[in-house]
């Protein structure tokens, strides 16, 4: 082997790790993002825990109601199957449109309520989400 192809299945191999450990924090964005709009649209009356100790309730042991619950699985299995998961900044801006036109509309709804909130539940997340949206802005006005 030689060292042109080492060094490309280095980068490779990094460019898969991070687009994983990227897929996995999105995930678990787009998972407390739908709890907190389903525990704040009261979707989920029916299905309180016993346990109601704010922050952790609805990060760790919210159920959400059957419609939050089947859009959380659509979300998560489209970012699973992202065919652009390498380079992927946000899906709005994604040139290809995986969500179907209700789905869309319903995640849409989700994040416009929970991207305020989620700022006293994760402030990482909401601190990367809007670096990444800066730099995804920046280097579309270069263009």
């Known amino acids: 082997m030689n060292n042109a192809n080492g060094a490309n299945s280095t980068t490779n191999a990094a460019s898969v790790k991070k ?17 907190l709009y389903c525990k704040g649209n009261k979707h989920n009356d029916e299905h309180k825990s016993e346990r109601s100790c704010g922050r952790e309730n609805i990060c760790n042991t919210q ?6 619950q089947d859009l959380r699985d659509y979300a998560i299995e489209r970012l699973a199957r992202c065919p ?10 994604c040139k290809i449109h995986c969500y179907r036109n209700s789905m869309r509309t319903k995640i849409t709804d989700v994040m416009r309520y929970s991207g ?9 997340y909401a601190i990367r989400h809007l670096l ?6 920046k280097r579309n006005s270069a263009r």
Request: with cysteine; hydrophobic share 40%; aromatic share 8%.
């Open 84 to 93: 652009v998961v390498e380079t992927r900044t946000f899906c709005q801006f």
């Open 116 to 124: 305020p909130k989620i700022i006293f539940y994760k402030p990482l």
């Open 19 to 35: 687009a994983s450990k990227s897929l996995v924090q999105e995930q678990q964005a787009i998972d407390l993002m739908i709890r």
């Open 132 to 137: 990444e949206l800066r730099k995804h802005k």
């Open 63 to 68: 159920s959400l109601c059957k419609d939050c």
